[in-house]
């Protein structure tokens, strides 16, 4: 567990420091009951512990007000500045600095390819564009976006995300990872999470090219691929990956692991299980996204689980 005493607890420098570790240690995942208990504890020994606190799990703001060429540098000089001496603590801080700002464990700020997307969704927000004449798409939360428009054709990479797309147009292609998606008249839903990307024809029908093979989809069917595998097409519910359209999550027999992690989609901060029995937790349920802030009490009531806020809008359910 790592110690909430500072060797000057009134010196700014070790206070930013300390509050880069902090952070460092949570995106690591290596953060124990006790680490978020000595966390709290750490935060309330003065207003400059939890502004510190504050500023560092926000990095993204800092990434954000700076133009493009300069995130690199700017970043690294950031961590330069706060990094700790102290070995248990240096390891993180520089995880922070590189792997944090490339891609971002626990999706508290947005990675530099999504900051350099033409279009992009903030957590809970949603939003239609109109690609082409013909050609229009719904984003959901945490949604990054780019054109890839060639001669005659136009296209979309999707960076991360979710995207609906209806096609009314000949020749339209949606880009995620290693896969492209070639639609004409159809509607499909596109989604992308870190290196898995999921196809879902929804009317009409799609084909989906990945490294040299191509499957054409029929409405309800859906493939997943990776950047080196392509999967078999499945039979799916419609209804249920278009559901976020409707303003709603649903779920079926799904366990509490899976219910969280999509939910953490939509809201800011992270919910995080402690409790193994409590992750295998089987749960039937729909929650509004417009009161996706609520899911957690909701949890509680049917889980009887016990809930621990700390800075930075995490949750801990055990």
Not at 111 to 133: K, M, N, V
Request: charged share 20%; glycine share 6%; net charge positive.
């Amino acid at each position: 567990m790592v110690s909430a005493v500072t060797e000057n607890a009134c010196d700014p420098a070790e206070i930013r420091r300390e509050a880069v570790a902090w952070v460092a240690l949570i995106l690591a995942k290596k953060a124990t009951a006790g680490d978020m208990e000595a966390l709290s504890q750490w935060q309330r020994q003065s207003p400059s512990h939890a502004a510190a606190y504050t500023a560092a799990i926000r990095l993204h703001q800092l990434v954000k007000n700076r133009p493009r060429h300069e995130e690199d540098k700017y970043i690294s000089s950031v961590f330069e500045r706060t990094a700790t001496r102290r070995a248990v603590f240096a390891g993180g801080a520089m995880a922070v600095a590189g792997y944090g700002a490339v891609r971002p464990p626990m999706g508290l700020w947005p990675s530099l390819s999504e900051w350099s997307s033409d279009y992009r969704t903030a957590p809970g927000e949603q939003h239609s564009i109109q690609i082409a004449r013909n050609v229009s798409v719904d984003m959901n939360t945490r949604t990054s976006l780019s054109r890839r428009d060639v001669p005659g054709r136009a296209g979309i990479e999707l960076v991360t995300g979710e995207i609906a797309v209806a096609s009314a147009a000949e020749g339209f292609t949606a880009y995620a990872g290693q896969g492209q998606v070639f639609a004409s008249k159809a509607n499909f839903d596109l989604r992308k999470d870190g290196n898995i990307a999921a196809v879902t024809c929804i009317t009409g029908s799609i084909e989906v090219a990945h490294l040299g093979r191509r499957i054409t989809l029929q409405p309800s069917q859906q493939v997943t691929y990776t950047n080196t595998m392509l999967n078999a097409p499945v039979r799916i519910e419609p209804e249920l990956v278009t559901a976020w359209q409707r303003g709603v999550l649903i779920f079926h027999d799904t366990p509490l692991r899976d219910v969280v992690s999509e939910v953490n989609r939509y809201r800011t901060g992270r919910i995080v299980i402690v409790s193994q029995a409590l992750a295998s937790y089987r749960l039937n349920g729909e929650f509004r996204i417009a009161n996706i802030q609520s899911v957690v009490a909701q949890i509680q009531s049917v889980t009887n689980a016990a809930i621990t806020n700390v800075p930075g809008g995490i949750v801990l359910l055990a």
